[in-house]
């Protein structure tokens, strides 16, 4: 993986987890009437039928198919668990990335395969399918599966397990007793004090992100690194932190993050995917997961029905609300939850949860509003559009807080 530009991902509070109600109708014979499970496929109708302007919709749309916005491959918003709004925007990235593609580089260790960032049958599709490249909006779907298998029993440590308990000591460099009390929950919020460098561009030489993904065993790249602060303390982006959750799910479970995640999360839910594998076969679950832009938009949905799809609990209502609760500061004024990320709301008191990856991906998840907006991109030589613009595009086309039908 590789987190968007900016590094953000955004997500929810607890306190809204708490005390807002769901907006969002069950459906027939699961839970408040009239909720619809789109896993076979969304319905469709107008912006106006979920009283959303499609005028504002369609201005936004304008400016990404002008190009205002670089690099934007889809836009897609669901309310009421529909869908109202999909645009794609077709780009040549053979084209647009052919000298890049040739050339060794942090984005282009290899020159070929599965992290050549430039390669068009790899990125941002996987070999011309619609399955899109979900950078680290992995880390995220990630979490979501370590959360199920807690749900069910399979996951049975304590948030509180020491992370170390999972590794030979004698094989690890730069133990002190800073790196001893490092635990899970660190890992799922990003706290662990490892010493890691993914604040420079993606193609800077200095990146840990990239530096790891050119060694074949990225565990141990990450797992050495020295301790720079006392876990729990200080947010650190670190994709590498991120990849250890397919290394601690194999041996807290005895099985395979991605099969697993296949028979509880993705099949459950109608989802096909595709997701990229280290040199030594571990699960990137950094950033190496490849899906379509609706499917990503039933994560959300999932969330917004407190873990429920269709009368089964996928993952539990706790897990939720933990995972949406603000563990600590993250940059530019967002707080982190396990693996999603809180942006303010400058409107009203809350949240918008969100995941985001590298190039422009986006899960934006509006709680209050009952709305999901989607974002798939391939900008990963420049910063994509601004999160918080996004946002403040996006909300004045809500006419009403109730997503009522207005038939």
Same mark, same amino acid.
């Given at each position: 993986?590789?987190?968007?530009?900016?590094?953000?991902?955004?997500?929810?509070?607890?306190?809204?987890?708490?005390?807002?109600?769901?907006?969002?109708?069950?459906?027939?014979?699961?839970?408040?009437?009239g909720t619809t499970w789109p896993t076979h496929?969304?319905?469709?109708?107008?912006?106006?039928?979920?009283?959303?302007?499609?005028?504002?919709?369609?201005?936004?749309?304008?400016?990404?198919?002008?190009?205002?916005?670089?690099?934007?491959?889809?836009?897609?918003?669901?309310?009421?668990?529909?869908?109202?709004?999909?645009?794609?925007? #077709?780009?040549?990235?053979?084209? $647009?990335?052919?000298?890049? !593609?040739? @050339? *060794? &580089?942090?984005?282009? +260790?290899? =020159?070929?395969?599965?992290?050549?960032?430039?390669?068009?049958?790899?990125?941002?599709?996987?070999?011309?399918?619609?399955?899109?490249?979900?950078?680290?909006? #992995?880390?995220?779907?990630?979490? $979501?599966?370590?959360?199920? !298998?807690? @749900? *069910? &029993?399979?996951?049975? +440590?304590? =948030?509180?397990?020491?992370?170390?308990?999972?590794?030979?000591?004698?094989?690890?460099?730069?133990?002190?007793?800073?790196?001893?009390?490092?635990?899970?929950?660190?890992?799922?919020?990003?706290?662990?004090?490892?010493?890691?460098?993914?604040?420079?561009?993606?193609?800077?030489?200095?990146?840990?992100?990239?530096?790891?993904?050119?060694?074949?065993?990225?565990?141990?790249?990450?797992?050495?690194?020295?301790?720079?602060?006392?876990?729990?303390?200080?947010?650190?982006?670190?994709?590498?932190?991120?990849?250890?959750?397919?290394?601690?799910?194999?041996?807290?479970?005895?099985?395979?993050?991605?099969?697993?995640?296949?028979?509880?999360?993705?099949?459950?839910?109608?989802?096909?995917?595709?997701?990229?594998?280290?040199?030594?076969?571990?699960?990137?679950?950094?950033?190496?997961?490849?899906?379509?832009?609706?499917?990503?938009?039933?994560?959300?949905?999932?969330?917004?029905?407190?873990?429920?799809?269709?009368?089964?609990?996928?993952?539990?209502?706790?897990?939720?609300?933990?995972?949406?609760?603000?563990?600590?500061?993250?940059?530019?004024?967002?707080?982190?939850?396990?693996?999603?990320?809180?942006?303010?709301?400058?409107?009203?008191?809350?949240?918008?949860?969100?995941?985001?990856?590298?190039?422009?991906?986006?899960?934006?998840?509006?709680?209050?509003?009952?709305?999901?907006?989607?974002?798939?991109?391939?900008?990963?030589?420049?910063?994509?559009?601004?999160?918080?613009?996004?946002v403040n595009r996006i909300l004045p086309a809500?006419?009403?807080?109730?997503?009522?039908?207005?038939?």
């Amino acid at each position: 993986m590789k987190k968007a530009a900016s590094v953000l991902v955004f997500v929810s509070c607890v306190f809204f987890v708490q005390n807002a109600p769901l907006r969002a109708r069950e459906s027939q014979g699961s839970g408040p009437r009239g909720t619809t499970w789109p896993t076979h496929g969304w319905a469709k109708s107008a912006p106006t039928s979920v009283r959303l302007e499609e005028k504002v919709l369609a201005g936004l749309d304008a400016d990404l198919a002008t190009g205002k916005y670089p690099m934007v491959d889809s836009f897609a918003v669901f309310r009421c668990g529909n869908e109202v709004f999909e645009r794609t925007y #077709s780009h040549d990235y053979g084209t $647009i990335y052919a000298k890049e !593609a040739k @050339t *060794r &580089g942090p984005l282009n +260790a290899r =020159l070929t395969g599965p992290y050549n960032y430039f390669d068009p049958a790899w990125h941002p599709y996987y070999h011309g399918t619609d399955l899109h490249s979900m950078q680290s909006v #992995s880390k995220t779907v990630s979490s $979501i599966i370590v959360g199920i !298998a807690v @749900t *069910r &029993g399979d996951f049975k +440590a304590s =948030l509180d397990t020491p992370l170390l308990k999972y590794f030979d000591g004698a094989r690890v460099k730069n133990v002190d007793e800073r790196k001893r009390r490092i635990t899970l929950r660190h890992v799922l919020t990003m706290s662990t004090g490892l010493d890691w460098n993914e604040e420079v561009a993606y193609d800077d030489p200095r990146n840990d992100a990239d530096l790891m993904e050119a060694t074949d065993d990225w565990v141990q790249y990450v797992i050495d690194r020295p301790m720079a602060h006392e876990p729990g303390k200080v947010f650190n982006y670190s994709s590498g932190v991120s990849e250890l959750l397919a290394f601690i799910f194999q041996k807290e479970t005895g099985q395979d993050i991605e099969k697993y995640g296949e028979k509880y999360l993705f099949t459950p839910l109608g989802m096909d995917h595709y997701w990229k594998r280290s040199p030594m076969a571990v699960v990137d679950t950094e950033g190496g997961l490849f899906l379509r832009t609706t499917d990503l938009a039933k994560m959300g949905y999932l969330y917004l029905h407190d873990g429920m799809w269709d009368g089964q609990q996928i993952v539990s209502k706790d897990w939720v609300k933990q995972s949406l609760a603000p563990f600590i500061d993250a940059e530019e004024g967002f707080k982190y939850g396990f693996k999603w990320w809180l942006l303010p709301r400058t409107d009203r008191q809350g949240y918008v949860w969100m995941a985001r990856g590298f190039g422009g991906q986006r899960l934006m998840v509006f709680p209050e509003e009952d709305m999901i907006v989607v974002f798939t991109g391939w900008e990963i030589l420049k910063d994509p559009a601004g999160d918080r613009e996004l946002v403040n595009r996006i909300l004045p086309a809500v006419r009403t807080q109730s997503c009522t039908a207005t038939q």
